[in-house]
């Protein structure tokens, strides 16, 4: 899901998009970090990623049994508005929200569901779960930004923040329509009238393009095969299912089987998913492939899912150590969905190099303790992971833009 990662999906973005967004690169000094929040995790700036970054390293710690630090805790509730929703980054958070600041439905998600997890938050929580049914759409999805048409992603990261808080995502509509009803008429028949090509029956789309046709995304394809199962960014290992196939006008659970299918077919080859950019070549698109092994691991696909993460466990480093702690995150979340782990990810401890990009965290729990005796945690600064980025010029030609991840509108093989 989600959010979506590189220095060079950055760089190549910023050519495209133009001066709005800002690239993004490793930061050699742990003393640069400083120049932001101390709470803050990353060391970059958290303009387009701060609470999104930092949600997902809280909740990753949390799910590798790791007790944040307080002060990291107080700097994601800090950035909340008065009306419950998340913006990117509030730079002076004693400032009141007000109508020039874009909050949106990711930001606000991701924090609910590392609140959520977390616990003691249910005042935090409560507020912004009501701000994010009171911007849903009539189709039962929810857009980026408040009026948005609604896309896969965004509506599934939505359902993960519903679950989270133990609503039933079902129950929560517009009129007679439900997020499961928006994700579903994201989804690509496997045949019949609008079917697409063999290679892209059952993928998700990210929204309709402007002619209303829907064209595969693989990135959306994870984030809806979660969302489609009433999942969040953590998903427990599950049994290994049959294999995936596509067929059948979908319910939610058949969309999900039929997204899986797509994906399997998509990691078939190389075992990993591809990132394609204008004016570009492929490359390999390590935070996509990490959602994938999540949406994978969920809908019972476990076989394909640890062949990825092993590709994954091989070639993952230094885009991680370059991309910061939403990268780190993102392992730990696939690792954790197959059952593997994250203290020993192709021999390096992912939960050791997400703490050192942020404030040391609290004592471990007796689960973590036992896996690794000694948190070395240092106030090493990372470098900043843009899942999702957002800005007026980017809204205002695609009618929503972002990042996620390199979760552009594009087609992924």
């Keep these: 899901m989600n959010v979506r990662r590189s220095a060079a999906v950055l760089a190549a ?69 008065a009306n419950g929703a998340f913006a990117p980054y509030r730079a002076d958070p004693a400032a009141p929200c007000d109508a020039k600041l874009m909050v949106d439905t990711n930001n606000t998600a991701a924090a609910v569901q590392a609140l959520a997890a977390l616990g003691g938050h249910d005042a935090a929580t409560d507020k912004a779960v009501a701000w994010l049914k009171s911007v849903q759409n009539k189709d039962g999805g929810w857009g980026y930004a408040p009026g948005g048409a609604s896309d896969t992603n965004s509506t599934s990261v939505v359902v993960g923040a519903l679950t989270a808080v133990g609503e039933k995502p079902a129950d929560v509509r517009k009129g007679s329509r439900g997020p499961y009803d928006a994700l579903v008429k994201l989804a690509l028949p496997c045949e019949g009238e609008g079917a697409a090509a063999a290679a892209d029956a059952g993928a998700f789309a990210f929204q309709p393009d402007k002619k209303g046709k829907l064209v595969a995304n693989a990135d959306a394809t994870a984030a809806g095969v979660v969302g489609a199962l009433g999942k969040g960014l953590v998903v427990e290992p599950a049994a290994q299912a049959e294999a995936a196939a596509c067929s059948g006008s979908p319910s939610p659970q058949q969309a999900a089987a039929n997204g899986a299918a797509y994906l399997t077919k998509a990691l078939a080859k190389d075992g990993h998913l591809n990132s394609a950019l204008p004016g570009s070549t492929d490359q390999p698109d390590h935070g996509n492939t990490a959602d994938a092994v999540v949406a994978l691991a969920a809908q019972g696909q476990a076989a394909q899912a640890k062949k990825s993460l092993e590709w994954l466990e091989q070639n993952s480093s230094a885009w991680a150590a370059q991309s910061g702690p939403a990268a780190y995150a993102q392992l730990i979340f696939a690792a954790h969905a197959t059952g593997t782990d994250p203290r ?22 007796a689960k973590s303790e036992k896996a690794d005796e000694t948190t070395d945690e240092t106030d090493d600064s990372g470098s900043g992971d843009v899942w999702w980025m957002v800005g007026a010029g980017l809204a205002a030609g695609a009618g929503i833009g972002f990042l996620l991840s390199s979760r552009n509108k594009r087609r992924q093989p």
Excluded: E, M
């Design 13 to 81: 973005a910023t050519a495209v998009i133009g001066a709005a967004v800002p690239a993004v690169a490793a930061d050699p000094s742990p003393s640069a970090s400083r120049a932001f929040p101390a709470a803050l995790y990353g060391g970059t700036d958290p303009t387009y990623d701060g609470v999104w970054r930092q949600s997902l390293a809280l909740l990753a710690q949390h799910t590798a049994g790791v007790k944040p630090a307080a002060t990291s805790v107080d700097w994601l509730t800090g950035q909340q508005c």
């Design 344 to 365: 020993d990810f192709g021999g390096t401890d992912l939960v050791k190099q997400l703490n050192a990009t942020g404030p040391a965290p609290q004592t471990a729990t």
